[in-house]
C-alpha cells in the first residue's frame, strides 16, 4: 500500500475513532496520516483540532504551524492557527496570527471575528467593536455575526446600536423569533433605563 493510501486509510480511522469519541486513539491515527503524507491538510486541520478537544492545545500549535508552513500565503491557515493558539492562552501570538490573515485577506470577516473576539476577552471594546462591524458590513446576513455584534453593544451600553443592527437584520428575516426576542430584549433594556431603572 503507498503512503499517500496509507494517510487516506488513517484518516478515515481518525474519523470513525473522533465520532465513537475515542479521542485519543483518533489524535495517533491522524498523527499517522500526517506521517505517511506531510502536506495532508484534511489530516492536519483535524488532528490539531483533536487534539484541542483533548486540552492540548499547545500541542496542537506546531501541528497547525505545519498547515502555515505549507503555504504561508493562505489566510485560512493563518486564521486556524491563532483560534488554536487562542485555545492555548498564546493571546498575543493569536492576534498576529489573525492580523497576519488580514494582512493576505482583508476583507476575511471570519478572521476579523476572532480578532474582536480576542480583543473583547482583553478589554479593548473600541477596537473589538470595530472589527465586528466591519465584518458585518462584510456579510450582513450572517445572523451568527449580526446577533454576536448586537450582543456586544448592548453589553457596551450602545443599547441604539443594538437595536439599529437587530433591526437591519430584522428587516430582511422578519421569522427569525430568536432576533425578534434579542431585539425585544433590548428594547426592554432601554425603556427600563428611559424610566430609571437601571441595573
Do not use: T
Not at 109 to 126: D, I, R, S, T, Y
Not at 151 to 165: C, D, E, F, N, V
Not at 168 to 196: C, I, T
Amino acid at each position: 500500500m503507498d503512503r499517500e493510501w496509507q494517510a487516506v486509510v488513517a484518516l478515515e480511522e481518525g474519523d470513525r475513532l473522533r465520532e465513537a469519541g475515542r479521542l485519543p486513539e483518533a489524535a495517533a491515527a491522524l498523527q499517522r496520516a500526517v506521517a505517511c503524507k506531510e502536506d495532508f491538510v484534511e489530516a492536519i486541520v483535524v488532528w490539531a483540532d483533536v487534539l484541542v478537544e483533548l486540552g492540548r492545545s499547545r500541542e496542537a500549535i506546531p501541528v497547525m504551524e505545519r498547515l502555515v508552513n505549507l503555504d504561508p500565503r493562505s489566510c485560512q491557515a493563518h486564521n486556524y492557527l491563532g483560534l488554536v493558539q487562542a485555545k492555548a492562552g498564546c493571546r498575543e501570538e493569536a492576534q498576529q496570527s489573525f492580523q497576519r490573515a488580514l494582512e493576505l485577506e482583508p476583507h476575511f470577516a471570519e478572521a476579523l471575528v476572532n480578532l474582536g473576539v480576542l480583543e473583547w476577552e482583553q478589554g479593548q471594546e473600541e477596537e473589538a467593536l470595530a472589527h465586528f462591524e466591519q465584518a458585518a458590513r462584510l456579510e450582513p446576513g450572517n445572523r451568527e455575526l449580526v446577533a454576536e455584534l448586537a450582543l456586544l453593544y448592548a453589553r457596551s451600553g450602545q443599547l441604539q446600536a443594538a437595536i439599529g443592527a437587530l433591526r437591519e437584520y430584522l428587516a430582511g428575516h422578519p421569522e427569525d423569533a430568536e432576533l425578534q426576542a434579542q431585539l425585544a430584549e433590548v428594547l426592554r433594556a432601554v425603556a427600563e433605563k428611559g424610566n430609571g431603572k437601571e441595573g
